[in-house]
Each structure stands twice: as structure tokens, then as C-alpha cells.
């Protein structure tokens, strides 16, 4: 599938390079000189050599078969490269050009035009009025933003595709500061050739992706997509935040990416039967993607929660409540173990108060106790390391539960720079920590809800 | 009044001093030799000196007149400690000792029995089963958590109250990470004797303090608290979150601060009607404080949206809808001004999508054109630090708007360290900021409710 060639291409053209810092084609041949391991070629006619790199006049002039180009040209002179790239057979175009569909009816000719040169040839075209493509494992990065003001995440299982960039490079930034890992990001703009079904159609045989996260306006061709969706989420979970929900968010949309954002209604329905677990915000993208990356999926909704907090487990309680799930009730053999633990004046109920004078020890004594209970689906273990006993310890003995148990497990840790550090150092081992316990059941909500639409599609 | 002392005393005796590091009395007289401008005093029979201080025998060997005194002494003994310091004339005494009325049957008689020592006396009692007093000016502080995993933020306008010490705590951390700043923060516990209703009234009087927020699983007296609430709203905005809303948040808050939390309908209605502002989650009682404690209330939920990132001003748009405000229509000036500085393929409409090439001049200049506009009562800022031509300066930008502008201002920055630190110095200022736009859109949603209420009751 010539697809491929936009994540592991032997070599890529930068067509627009440019020797001036700040500019477009300056950038992406940085980034991809730092982290691309294949061959780089730069096409700029008014220039010898970038960044080390010989430049040619045109794709043409590469004397080796060109696998893929970005092509970062003014509007006006960017559908010519394209077409030459067409010409030379390359595989794969990313066009980051702003100026087409989205931006009047100039543009809208010229995305016209842009789709007639590619339209039965052996070129896929990814964009325009994009980012492109950022690839953990192949180091390809068209993102032509400057290191320094972007961080890079580390190599994970999630899958990011966004129809804005700007949302989506974001994000990528926002998982690199917390440590939340992931495997690919596709910012695909106008999808004027290339749709987001494609790229999760890709993303379905994606050994490296366990989980997709899609921030989407509107779809290229929504029945397509539903159908494409619904097939592919039985494998690997899909969250997706659908913006362009109501009248301004939809008119917003159309002059972003030129996208009719459709009826918010059908969307909706179409996800709930598709088993896309559907984020209404941003954090919550996150939250639900990392969660259904890396752990099971419920079926009966029954939470644990273990907190050295008391103010915490009533939050928590709360928040089951309101979100259709229940807090499970502890066998009673559970009980008689945690009682053991615990100092004798604690209740032993669920949520489980350790008590603020609570040590790792304390803490893991009880999580064993509850690994095994058969009416438990999920822990959600709340841990303030901010105490004098609670020591870090803590992590590794979370990590071992997260390990051994067949449950479901959040993890949640409330603080500062101290606390942000071991929360860091979690997300970075796969383990799913939340802020505060309301994004943490909310998150278990998420597998709940895909853990059942599963199990009727059995 | 007596109260006053638990925030400005001359002295503080800490009964229970110890030299063991990680013990409460320990800590807690390190905290204060650190922080606090007055003179301490450690009472331990077993020691001759503790951290440098002489050690009294008990509070009757101190030759002066002690004015708070903090119990940190196993409950068995807190009491008796308790009675020396009545008998001694001491106006304040926290006793941070659990064991009371949450701990069953024994705790209660306890309980009790410290009531009784104080009733009719010139003594004030805080807690017991709290953390305390932590207080940015006088340098109070008898949070007994370890320097190093837990920081204490910068000054602020913001006093925090909270029924749960781990709670409190743990949101102070959180604030001091993200450049909050607080005035006063009191972990009441078990409220034995003073109530939040009565710290309400101090911190309504606290010059230091002009937005309150408040953790609260159950009122000591519901009448008296929404009758204070009410009146004191109107000079001050108070944020609460009120946890124990269903049956088992209610019986997690009963085993956790003995509090009888009430029926959840009968708190909202009357926080409605007093002008209190609930927060539905803990990111929620941070976000509503701060930009009530910062900004003008709303009075007509009308809002202008500027961005350089285009996806953001679809999910603003549909924020706003969902949040039954709306989003202003620009007066023709305004949008005229605007169109003077876009590209003129830009479309000029509200969101106002400045473009991802906008550099801070951009920006300043549409933030400009906005300022005047009697339309809008609301501006949301978001700003996307990553791209390359959006320098530094932006920040400087924001806050020169914010302080010319009668327009409510909350800015947004999604993203990593870079993003980070920025949003830090601008928390730093006071100047709220929200790392994602449904947050802030939720906070001015806050503003806009207070502004409401506020305007009915005039």
C-alpha cells in the first residue's frame, strides 16, 4: 500500500527548503536532518546547498527514485511541485500548504485543481493545510514547528490523527511534558485525496498502535467512515472528539478546514454503534485514549478505590455515582484481609481510606487483598505521596498490582512538582495516572463503555 | 476576636514537638522554624531541646503568655493538652490529632469531652482530625507534610478552606506548580467547635483575600452557612465543592470527617440562592477560584475568541454553546479593524482565527480592535506559543490587554514545558490561564453565573 511510504519511506524531498531560520522549509529539514533515518533531499532553485544537504531545482533533478516529498511552496506555486512529483512516480506527497479549500473561492479552484493532478495516478496525497506526519519509530517529523517551543513524546502505543494541526501538535506536546507515549500522529488537513478512513485503515494493521485517537471536524465521507470504524474497533479502540457540534462550533469549522461538520446527532449515534468511545473534550481525548491503550476493558462497571486520603475516596464515590457505575462490594474474605491492615479504627468500606498515616507497605498489603476479588473490575489507587510514610516505593509496588491483576487499574496522584515527577515516570511505563479522581473514573467510564459495546458485538 | 490569632499570633507553642524526623510534631515545628516570624515554643517532657528550641515540660512551664498552640499528640493525650492550654488563657489551639468523632464510638466520647474542655472559655478550638493553618503572610503553617514532597505556593487572593486535609493539601501543591497564588489555607477537620462559617467570616474581613474556595462534605450548620455565604458573597465570590453528593460519597464522608452530609438538592438550591458558585470537580474549584478571585463578573455571557490555532476556535464555539452563553457578534468597527491586519484570505468572524503564521504584533493588534467593543464582555486568548513566528512577547501582550480592557480576560496555551513555564509567569501575575479551551470557557461560565446573581440582587 503506497500509504506506507508517508511512515517508512526510504528517503523524503523537502520541496521548499529553505536556508532561513523560522520559515517552513527550513524547519522540516531540521527535524527530519535530527530524527529521520533515511535519505533527505532538498529542492530549492535558488540555492546550492541546506543544512548540509545539496539542493536540486525540482524533484526531477534527484537522480534517485523519490519515496516520499513534503512539499512547503507559497499556494500559488505548490500544485506545479505536486504535479512533477506525479510525474517522477513518487509514492507518497504531504502538501502542509495552507490556501485551498479552506480559504475562499481561489482556493477552493486550486484544491480542485490539485485533486485532478494526483486522481489515477500512483500518488497518495496527504493534505494540503496540514502538519503531516510525526512517526516515533521511523523518525519521520514534517511538523514545522522549532524544537524548543515542542517537546517530542517518547515511543508508545497511541496513535493520533488530527484533521487540525495545531490541536494535534498540541496534544503531541502536552503527552511528551507527562510522559504519555505514542506511535504515530497524522495531521491531515482538507483531506482532499487522503481521508482519515484511510489513515485508520492503515492504522488498523499498525503493529506499533494499540489505540486511536481522532480529532475530527468532519469526515471526508461519514458512511464510509462509520463502516470502517465500526470493523476496526473491535481490535483496537477508538476515542474521538468530534468538534463543529452545534450551529457557531459548525460555521467555525467550515472556514477552518472547509469541512461540513454535519449533524452532531448523527455523528453521535453513529459512534455509540461503531463502539468509537467518544471524548467531550480535549482532556478527556487523552484520558480515554491512554486508559483503553493500556488496560482491559470492564464489563460490569464495579470499581475499588484505595486512597490515603479520605477526601479523596468521598470525590471519588461521587464520581462513580454520577457515572453509571457502581463501587464494588468487597467479598467478604477481601475485607477480612484489608482489616489485617488497616489500624483498627479504620472502616473498612469501599472507597478504602488506608488513612493518611498510610506507608507503601500498608498500601500494597491492601491492593493484594483486592487483586483477586471476583466482584471487582477495575482499582481505581489513589496515592498522595505528599505524606511522610508514603514512600516512593509506592510506584514500583502500583506497577506490580498493574502487572499481576486482571483488573482494570487508574491510577491517580494529586500534587506538585514532587508528585509530577512519579507521575511522569508511570505514564512513561504504560501505567494510566490521572490528576484528580473525577478524569480517573471518567477514564474508566471510557473502558466500561467500550468493555460492553464489546461484549454485545461478541 | 480570638480566630484572628490562628492566622497572626505573637507565638506558637507546638505540644508534641519531637526529634524524630517523619513524626508530625516534628514536622510541624520545622515548618514553622522555617516560615513563621514569631516565637516558638516546643512542649515535650522528654526532651531539653528540639530543632534548636527549649523543650517545656508543658504549656504551663512556658513563662509567657503562649498565644495559639498546636496539639500534635496521640489522642489519648490531646485532650489534656488541650485543658492546660484553657487553663493557661491560649486563644488558638489546632489540634491536628485524629482519633475523634470519626473513628466510632470511643472517638466520639472523645470528641465530646473536648467540646466540654473549651465551652465557655476564651479559647478557640480548630479540628480536630486537620492539618491546620497555612498562611502566606504571617508564615503560619502547621501542615505536617515533609519540605521537599510537597511545595507551598507563592502569596495570592485566593484563602482555601477544606474540610479534608489531604484535599487542602494536596491543591496547594498542585497551585504552588502552577504559579496559583493563595492569601490563607485552613484544614478544619471534625469542626469540634469552629466551624467554615466561622472562617468564612474572618476571611470575608481578610483584606489579603478577595475570592474564597471552600471543600466541604457537610456544614456544621447549613442555615448559618448559607445565610454568611449570601451575605458575603456579594463582596467576595466563594467557589465550593460540596463531595457526598449520593448515598455513598455520603457514607465515605460520614467514616471520613463524621460528617452527616445532607441531601445533595437541598445544598445546591441554597447555594444557588446564596451566590456561591459550585464546582462540580477539584480542576473545577481551581479554575472557577482563580478567575473569580482575578476578573470582572459577566454579565452577558457574550464572548469573543481569538486564536492562532483554528481547531481550538471550533471546540471554543462549541464550549460556548454547551455552556449556555454565546458567542458575541463583532461590531461592524471591530471587524473592520481586524480585517486591516489578517491575510485577506482570513475569514473575520467570531471565533477570530488569526492564522497559524500570526506573530504576537498580529495578535496585539486583533486584541486591540476587540477591546472597545461593547458587544463583548468576555475575550478568551488562546495562544499557541509552538509556532514559529509567536514570540515570547505574546505574554506581555496579554497582560497590557488585560489590565486596559472592563472586558472579562481568561487566556489558554495548550502544551508542554516551552508552554509551561509561560503559563506559570502568567498564573505568576494573577492572570488566569486555562491549558485547554473547555476550561476556560467553564470558568467564565462561573463568572458569568456570579455576574448574574450578582446583578439580581443589586
Redesign the interface.
Known sequence: MSIDKFFNPENIAVIGASRSK???GY?ILKNLKESFKGELFAVNPNAEEILGYKSYGSVKDIPEQVEQAVVALPPKIANKAVEQCVEEGVSAVTVVT??YK???E??RKREEELKEIVKDTDTDLLGPNCLGIWDAYSGVDTL???T????KPDKGDIALI??????????L?????KGIGFSRFVSYGNQAVLSETDILEWLAEDSQTSAIAV?M?GAKNARRFYKKAKELSLDKPITL?K???????M???S???GSLAGSYQVYNGAFKQAGVVEA????ELFDLSKILAYQEPMEKGKIAVVT????????S??A???RDME?ANLAPVTIKKIKEVLPN???V?N?V?I??DADSERYRKVLEAIEEDPEVDAVLAIT??????MEPKIVEYLEEFNENTDQAVAGCM???????RHMKKMESSNFPVF?????AIRALEGLFQYGTWKSDRR
Open positions: 523560522g520559515s517552513i524547519s495552507a490556501g479552506e480559504a475562499g481561489e482556493g514545522f514547528l522549532p524548543g517551543k515542542i517537546q488530527s484533521q487540525s494541526g495545531s490541536v494535534g501538535s498540541s496534544l506536546d502536552v503527552g511528551a511534558e480529532y471536524e472528539l468538534a463543529g457540534k452545534f450551529k457557531s462550533g460555521e467555525a469549522a472556514s477552518h478546514t467531550k473534550t480535549i482532556e490515603n486520603g479520605g477526601g479523596y475516596g468521598v470525590i464515590s461521587d462513580v455515582e454520577s463501587l479504627f479504620a472502616n468500606t472507597p481510606d488513612v493518611g498522595l505521596l505528599q505524606t511522610a510514610p494529586v500534587g506538585g512538582k514532587y508528585t509530577s490528576p484528580n479522581p473525577e478524569r
